[in-house]
Nanobody
Framework: QEQLVKSGGGSVQPGGSLRLSCVVAEWTPRMLYIGWFRQAAGKEREAVALISSGGGHTWEKSSVTGRFTTSQDEPTNTVYLNMNSLHAGDTGMYYC???????????????WGQGPQVPVSS
């Protein structure tokens, strides 16, 4: 079953940290890469981090490099997005998505998990 179950999220103060989790129900050929996307109000959805199945290949958006990391725990089929030093510009709805390609384009990802809001405010 191609399904992503996401958890985590919630309100956080500037400078704080948060971890999002995405459980992959079953790895399939359509789910070779997991992307973390966020969408701020009135803006387009953008990729912030990518990871290949197995965790061997990762990418982070330049604006989050050094603050966000993505990793995978293979025994639990869980992909994580660790977010540190959060600021107001990181506020948005965060999604995990699975696709065949290592891409920053949302349209290249066919399977999407639900998106919790992550508001960063003091």
């Amino acid at each position: 079953q191609e399904q992503l179950v996401k958890s985590g999220g919630g309100s956080v103060q500037p400078g704080g940290s948060l971890r999002l989790s995405c459980v992959v129900a079953e790895w399939t050929p359509r789910m070779l890469y997991i992307g973390w996307f966020r969408q701020a109000a009135g803006k387009e959805r953008e990729a912030v981090a990518l990871i290949s199945s197995g965790g061997g290949h990762t990418w982070e958006k330049s604006s989050v490099t050094g603050r966000f990391t993505t990793s995978q725990d293979e025994p639990t089929n869980t992909v994580y997005l660790n977010m540190n030093s959060l600021h107001a510009g990181d506020t948005g709805m965060y999604y995990c998505a699975a696709g065949r390609r290592f891409s920053v384009t949302a349209g290249d990802f066919a399977i999407w998990g639900q998106g919790p809001q992550v508001p960063v405010s003091s």
